[in-house]
């Protein structure tokens, strides 16, 4: 079994250094010195300025966008560790990128997810932490541990202390049948009922609201999902669910990816408000006031001190 002789050290790669700050202030820890940086062809170069040697090293790097480039150096900084003789390396990526291609849905389709679980493998990590993967069975492309956390309780915590517990005059909606499992638990730490949007995808970012199976008609919605993108399959369930009578539309979900027209769309929809977790920094040169941050460093660092400490993970899915 393994045992830290110079204990936790958090690093982190250039996609989210405000989590791991954050992670790293939650711990008591100072986040460890490591320059990532690039040549100027686009190489990606890392300097470690500490010993790392039998230490328990964990990298905070998200694989959004950039996705490749992030990726990449999640894989460089992994490599740098492993020569550098870390007792243990825990990529530590609250957003898993390339979750979302992790079967073939038509021919000749690659399975993206199970090829990034290899290269994270074959780089030298010994186990992964992430959070609320597109598609839990993305857990069993890795022969490596993974720790699956779910964002289920923060959001929880968050409309009870706001709206009670087990409120009649709320419902959440899952916005597709892929995202039951995930709603009804969200449902059910609410103690508030369930309704399903029910819609047909004709290509990539595009969707058609079809039906909704379940009454929301005078209640306040609450639409839980597991990442927004584009934001038009949420702000379509959206606008659907309040021309079929509900009060109004709060909704969250966990990966901020909020990519090309989505701040737009938000901005125009039925939404009243969007809470992220933060796994993804808010885009900088934008602005939406309905959309509301909530942090997930707490979570992480008490995963990370379980994992350093081996002690079992199971309090954290309760």
Known sequence: MFSPTTGIKVFSGNSNPQLADDICKCLGIKKGE?????????????????????????IVQSTCGPVNNNLMELLVMI??????????????????????????????????????????????????????????QIQGFFDIPVDHLIGAPLFADYYINRFGEGNDDFIVVSPDVGSVARSR??????????????????KANQSEVMNVIGHVEGKHVIISDDMVDTAGSLCGAADALVALGAKDVYACATHGVLSGPAIERIEKSSIKELVFLNTIPYPSDVKCDKIKYLNVAPTF?????????????????Y
Do not use: W
């Open 34 to 58: 490591a320059d990532i940086s690039s040549f100027a062809d686009g190489e990606i170069s890392v300097s470690i300025y500490e010993t790392v040697r039998g230490s328990d090293v964990f």
């Open 79 to 136: 490599d740098a560790f492993k020569r550098a003789s870390a007792g243990r390396i825990t990529a530590v990526i609250p957003y898993f990128g390339y979750a979302r291609q992790d079967r073939k849905a038509k021919s000749r389709d690659p399975i993206s997810a199970k090829l990034v679980a290899n290269l994270l493998t074959t780089a030298g990590a010994d186990r992964v932490l992430t959070l609320d993967l597109h598609a839990s």
């Open 301 to 317: 660092a008490d995963a990370i001190k379980r994992i350093s400490d081996n002690i079992s993970m199971s309090a954290l899915f």
């Open 185 to 202: 638990n969200f449902a059910h730490r609410l103690d508030v009922n369930l309704a399903i949007v029910d819609k047909r995808r004709e």
